[in-house]
């Protein structure tokens, strides 16, 4: 229970302010079409710069949390989820806000991702201390296996292709490598002089996360795009609240699903919600309600998609590995100001791990309170018009790449990386395994040469690297990850073939 | 060759050939030590890399639309006043001299409101001032960050 003696610092003045300012804003950006929650994070993280470690972290949990659950008020009133994670909730949230229940949709999307994410939350500070016990007994070798983990897990899961999948990851670890080694003093692939210095996380993060999103609004041209957002007429709170506590199927078939998917690196929240909502539909009763605006369908998803995200955490705080592309974004966070996740991080930083994951869990209730009370107002800001998001995100990364290092050089990296990320996309390759590698490489490299000298000094290298249970273990584990996405891409590939064939016939 | 395929193609040879430079440094570039973790990328970069091309090469290739000519033309504009700013008027105009100028032409730009309208003008302006207004408060006078200043600021 060590957790509740750091529950003061987020009632501190600014920590208050800056965990409101987080939930208000999330919501607004998560309900807002073509801003990700993973891009929101990503250019918040420059704010964070010039906050203390705390706070910055409060601020970016904040807006993680509620960008997830935001996302449900345009699935529903506008049937354009905010996030992937909310795909599932738009199919009964909407039909339920065009019978003129959008008020009661909006309710249960908001109290069940409330519930979720409290779970959530409850898990990850359960779970993170005794995960980060079990870690303490890695040495260099397991801890380079675990952080290649990271990135084939993230790369096999994480695209629909696992070939570029992987070679993204490989790409974003090839990235990491350049500039100057620590240790020799080398220059390693400085093509131009802005590469001198490496590449700077946080302004690759912006260009990989947001120039992609905004290059996509530009390909959109000069479009009309009239959205109409439906009228919500009042529905009392209470009425809802009663209504959940009915719906504990749902309700916790979504919280499982979701805590359980959380766990897993690079699934991520879309997967949670799909799945959860698949599973409630089967276990129901009134199975053929689903889709046509059952509540139950908004429950399910909108309680897995929360449910997911403190368990996401839960990884990257003891591995560094994170559970989803915003926690890959998270990562970087922590790493700006100094804290390297890993199994002494609640020795060597409790109050700020322990205050960030008591800010969640504030977050959680405030993210309902304002999510009930604002929900329809944050869908009238969401109809922004695309060119005033494409202007204002391009200015936003523009001056947050150059604030964190003060230098022209880093936002040339950021522009470069994003065009070049958008060009990938379009070809299916992903930026969540690329980021991964960017993050994960250092931390890989690191390992790898102190393992390195370890191994010069016994049997060798390959002894040290590939012998021991542990070890033995985290490579299967590997390599399971690149076999199993491998296996699920040939499904699917026979799954698309025998349509065409017989369409053939 | 169809077009889907060389779409798939002209990248596949280019991350080839990305992972072939890559793979060529580690191994000829001093000191040694320096490079023996980008060896190891390196060997799975090319790996994959040759893989991707195979497969597109081959057709087999079908995850990824590729880039439409279409959006392409769309992009364009944006794209060269990003270039415009980034490369070169954020240092030489001045940082929010530069990116007021870049707002308010994106804006214009994609503004599905008519180009001959005084009011949609105004509007345009309107909003430009608004939006920097805030960036400049956040930035110059909340975080105190302080941005190349060029011929103006």
């Known amino acids: ?505 | 060759m169809t077009n889907s395929r060389l779409q798939h193609v002209i990248p596949g040879a280019l991350i080839l050939a990305i992972a072939l430079l890559v793979t060529y440094l580690s191994f000829t570039e001093e000191p040694a030590e320096a490079f023996l973790f980008p060896r190891i990328i390196s060997i799975a970069f090319v790996g994959l890399a040759v893989w991707n091309f195979i497969r597109a090469a081959g057709g087999m290739a079908k995850v990824g639309r590729g880039l439409a000519m279409n959006d392409a033309k769309n992009l364009m504009p944006g794209l060269i006043v990003m270039l415009i700013l980034v490369f070169w008027a954020a240092k030489a105009l001045g940082f929010y001299i530069s990116a007021t100028l870049a707002f308010f032409t994106v804006y214009s730009i994609y503004d599905p409101a008519p180009h001959s309208s005084t009011k949609d003008w105004i509007k345009r302006a309107v909003i430009t001032a608004a939006f920097m207004a805030a960036i400049y408060a956040l930035f110059a006078l909340l975080l105190k960050v302080q941005t190349p200043r060029g011929m103006f600021i």
């Open chain 1, 1 to 505: 229970m060590e957790f509740l003696s750091y529950f003061g610092g987020v009632f501190e003045p600014i920590a208050l302010m800056l965990l409101f300012a987080g939930t208000v804003g999330g919501l607004i950006l998560g309900a807002t079409p073509g801003l990700s929650p993973t891009m929101a994070v990503a250019l918040l993280i420059p704010f964070t710069f010039h906050l203390s470690p705390t706070q910055g972290l409060i601020l970016l949990g904040a807006a993680y949390t509620s960008t997830v659950a935001g996302g449900a008020v345009s699935a529903i009133l506008l049937k354009i989820p905010g996030a992937p994670a909310n795909i599932a909730t738009a199919l009964d949230g909407n039909e339920m806000a065009k019978r003129g229940e959008g008020a009661r949709a909006l309710h249960l999307s908001f109290l069940a991702s409330g519930v979720g994410g409290v779970i959530g939350v409850l898990l990850l500070i359960f779970l993170t201390p005794l995960l980060a016990q079990w870690a303490l007994k890695f040495g260099p070798s397991h801890l380079f296996w675990i952080a290649i983990l990271g990135v084939t897990v993230i790369g096999s899961l994480d695209s629909k292709s696992f070939v570029k999948g992987l070679l993204s990851g490989c790409i974003g670890l090839w990235l990491s490598t350049i500039g100057t080694d620590d240790i020799m003093g080398a220059d390693r692939f400085i093509f131009v002089d802005a590469l001198s210095g490496g590449i700077t996380i946080i302004p690759a993060l912006i260009g990989l996360f947001a120039i992609p999103q905004v290059l996509d609004m530009f390909a959109k041209g000069r479009v009309s795009a009239v959205i109409d957002t439906i009228d919500v007429p009042r529905y009392k709170v209470f009425d809802s609240v009663k209504e959940l506590t009915c719906s504990l199927r749902a309700l916790s078939i979504g919280t499982v699903i979701g805590s359980i998917i959380g766990l897993i690196p690079g699934v991520g929240g879309q997967i949670a919600g799909l799945v959860a909502y698949d599973q409630a539909r089967n276990f129901s009763p009134q199975k053929d309600k689903f889709g046509t605006g059952h509540p139950e369908g908004v429950i399910a998803a909108e309680s897995a998609n929360n449910a997911m995200v403190g368990p996401s955490l839960v990884p990257l705080l003891t591995l560094s590995i994170p559970g989803s592309p915003t926690a890959a974004v998270l990562l970087g966070g922590l790493l700006i100001h100094g804290i390297f996740p890993g199994s002494d991080i609640f020795d060597k930083h409790p109050e700020v791990v322990w205050t960030f994951i008591n800010s969640m869990l504030l977050g959680q209730i405030l993210m309902v309170i304002f999510g009930i009370y604002t929900a329809a107002w944050a869908a009238r800001i969401a109809k922004a018009p695309i060119p005033i998001l494409a202007a204002g995100v391009l200015v936003l990364a523009l001056f947050g790449s150059y604030s964190v290092g003060q230098s022209m050089g880093d936002v040339q990296i950021m522009l470069a990386l994003g065009i070049g990320m958008y060009i990938l996309e379009k070809f299916g390759f992903s930026a969540a395994p690329l980021v991964l590698g960017l993050i994960l490489g250092p931390i890989a490299g690191d390992y790898f040469n102190n393992g390195s000298m370890i191994a010069a000094a016994q049997d060798g290298p390959w002894v040290y690297f590939f012998t021991g249970p542990l070890n033995i273990i985290l490579i299967a584990m590997v390599v399971a990850s690149i076999a199993y996405s491998f296996w699920t891409n040939m499904l699917r590939a026979s799954f698309t073939k025998v349509p065409n064939s017989e369409a053939a016939k």
